[in-house]
């Protein structure tokens, strides 16, 4: 039986379980994903209670078993930009095509106080998912980098 764990700036996981979950989507995010240090970044800043930070973490467990994990990041914007974005949402390999990723999305969905963005590669099966829950295209994203 699947567990959702709600992390937040109130109720912080300790540095072991920061640290799993962090490990968890370093891994399970696969070619999708991003260096570590950015994941435990992204963490770190969704859960710090500050006026220009925050956010939350969901994590699915079955069995002491992380099977799923969702990050979520306040923008501190609303309105022309949402307020919060869905920075990393993966599901263990070994549990895929269970709902799992659906369940996490639905909660984070619920959890979330306004609108929520995220980024998604085009060619993640992932997609479909954010589609079929309601998720529409706004804009291509473009990034500039200073060298």
Known sequence: MTNIRLFTSQEKPDTVVKNDITDFLFNHLEQYGDPIQDIEKSITYALNDSPTHGGFVLVSEDNNTITGAVV????????????????????????????????????????????????????????FLYEKIGFASKYLEMRFKQN
């Not at 095509?97 to 085009?122: R, S």
């Open 72 to 127: 979520v990041n306040r923008t501190g914007m609303k309105g022309y930009i949402p307020e919060n974005i869905l920075v990393y949402i993966a599901t263990h390999k070994d549990y895929r095509g269970k709902g799992i990723g659906k369940k996490l999305m639905e909660k984070a969905l619920e959890t979330a106080e306004g609108d929520v963005a995220l980024h998604v590669e085009p060619d993640n099966p992932a997609r």
